[in-house]
């Protein structure tokens, strides 16, 4: 934790979101191509797969494109991960317990986005319409 002008900054957490994004433009932007790990092994797109083509077509504002490259990553798995890093910068200045809800609840919600992506790995893989017009 930082002071920067008197109040705490959460460091950790901006260092992670400055990580992320300069990650993000690389892989987006296309200058780091990086292939996919799951489909050269199987042939079968993974649940992320066309995620790097989502945030390019995110960063040149071309949300119907965004959508077509992995729309579950696009309407789930980025909110999430927004709500995260700000769940994890209020932990770090002491305003929140933790950046995971406790409990029960956090392993619900946390098996919940797990069988959602399992989910959509499997369906967007379905050889029978529509589902080919899943695949990234």
């Known amino acids: 934790m930082g002071v920067i002008g008197g109040r705490r900054f959460p460091v950790r ?4 979101v400055v990580a992320a994004a300069a990650t993000g433009l690389l892989l ?7 292939p996919c ?3 050269l092994a199987t042939g079968l797109d993974c649940p992320f797969c066309g995620g790097s083509r989502m945030l390019g077509a995110l960063l040149t504002g071309d949300l119907p494109a965004a959508l077509g490259f992995n729309a579950v990553a696009l309407l789930l798995v980025l909110p999430v991960v927004c709500a ?5 910068a209020r932990y770090e ?5 933790g ?3 406790a409990g029960r609840s956090g392993r619900v919600l946390g098996f919940a986005l ?3 992506v399992v989910a959509w790995g499997v369906v967007r893989n379905l050889p029978f ?3 080919p017009a899943l695949r990234a």
């Open 13 to 16: 957490t901006a260092g992670l």
């Open 28 to 34: 987006a932007s296309g200058v780091v191509p990086l």
């Open 37 to 39: 790990p799951f489909r």
């Open 84 to 88: 995260v890093l700000v769940a994890m």
């Open 93 to 97: 200045r002491g305003r929140a317990r």
């Open 99 to 101: 950046w995971w809800p």
């Open 114 to 116: 797990l069988a959602a």
């Open 129 to 131: 319409g529509p589902f």
